[in-house]
């Protein structure tokens, strides 16, 4: 009798003791990870004494909601609010849209760039920089001054540089540049941004969050697209497809679901980015987790205050990732199996 609580009557269910206990973990589980979340929302109801005179877990019975919260953080909280709405989300879908298509072409085309002439490149792009920031020339004219060198050094000495790299080596180049530390260029982002007269600007929140992101973005589609079989394309340019119209109508319908995971994936990045933000705004445009960290600094840890920022911040993308759902496990799961 016993025996049938223990073994399974299928190599793909569980047995009941076993089915038992994966729930019990499973339970315990959910409760550890959507804990901080109940405890996070809770505390946004309620008053100081409550949360500094020992934890208060169930509203009405241990303690007596209330909007003191709400009311004190109302004139604090709209900027920073839609600057972080509109700057996430802009970002992110230039992130994507820029991404999806470097990605596809270092799928579908074959790159040989020479080390030498992306050295050279780097150089005349320092070269404007330090015209720019140093020399008081205009950025203009200080770009169109690199790009000419750059130009006259790949026709004459360019030739002269041997070695190829390929694509791998370029979608690895891109994605180490995820592994710099941000506070490592900071100061020169800002010095940038000071004299294009874009500090305190949404557009300079934009422009580095998209330059942050990209990489990944690049990253993430390329394996997406890597798992989209070419005969598909083939078969379309044979039927008088142009590139084009391949991609429109077969590469990114199917993509749909890696393009939805690497979305939300990215705004999750430019929506809780602190130290990019930190540094180029101010009043005009302060994002949510600066407000959050200028709440701490100047008034102490008052954590009804700080629950309630927090909560407007996650709400959204929990909502977001719930609707998206389907999309985002498809996605994640697209290039995990090939062959």
Not at 299 to 304: F, K, L, T
Request: hydrophobic share 60%.
């Amino acid at each position: 009798m016993l025996k049938k609580f223990f073994v399974s009557s299928s190599p793909f269910k569980l047995s009941p003791v076993r089915m038992f206990f994966s729930y019990l973990l499973l339970i315990f589980w959910t409760f550890v990870v959507l804990f901080p979340f109940y405890w996070m929302a809770t505390t946004a109801f309620k008053l100081p004494i409550d949360v500094s005179t020992g934890p208060k877990y169930i509203p009405f019975v241990d303690y007596k909601p209330v909007l003191n919260a709400w009311y004190e953080m109302k004139d604090f909280l709209l900027r920073p609010y839609v600057n972080t709405v509109v700057v996430g989300l802009v970002s992110s879908v230039i992130t994507l849209l820029i991404g999806a298509f470097a990605a596809y072409a270092l799928v579908r085309f074959e790159y040989r760039p020479k080390p030498g002439l992306v050295g050279v490149f780097i150089l005349c792009g320092a070269v404007s920089a330090i015209l720019m920031l140093f020399g008081g020339i205009h950025w203009i004219l200080a770009v169109l001054i690199g790009l000419t060198l750059f130009a006259f050094a790949a026709a004459t000495i360019g030739k002269r540089f041997s070695g190829t790299l390929t694509n791998n080596d370029i979608a690895f180049w891109l994605i180490s540049q995820r592994m710099l530390p941000p506070i490592v260029v900071v100061l020169p982002i800002f010095m940038m941004f000071q004299k294009l007269q874009l500090l305190d600007t949404q557009a300079a929140l934009i422009i580095v969050y998209t330059g942050a992101n990209l990489p990944l973005a690049i990253w993430f589609m390329r394996d997406f697209f890597l798992s989209i079989p070419l005969e598909l394309e083939e078969s379309a340019f044979i039927d008088g497809a142009s590139r084009f119209q391949v991609l429109r109508r077969i590469i990114l319908p199917l993509s749909v679901p890696g393009l939805v995971a690497t979305f939300l994936i990215i705004l999750i990045f430019a929506w809780n980015e602190f130290i990019f933000a930190q540094f180029l705004s101010r009043a005009n445009s302060q994002t949510m987790p600066v407000l959050v960290s200028a709440q701490n600094a100047t008034r102490g840890p008052q954590w009804w205050n700080i629950s309630l920022l927090v909560l407007f911040m996650v709400t959204p993308i929990v909502i977001m990732a719930i609707v998206l759902e389907r999309f985002i496990a498809r996605g994640l799961l697209m290039g995990a199996v090939k062959g």
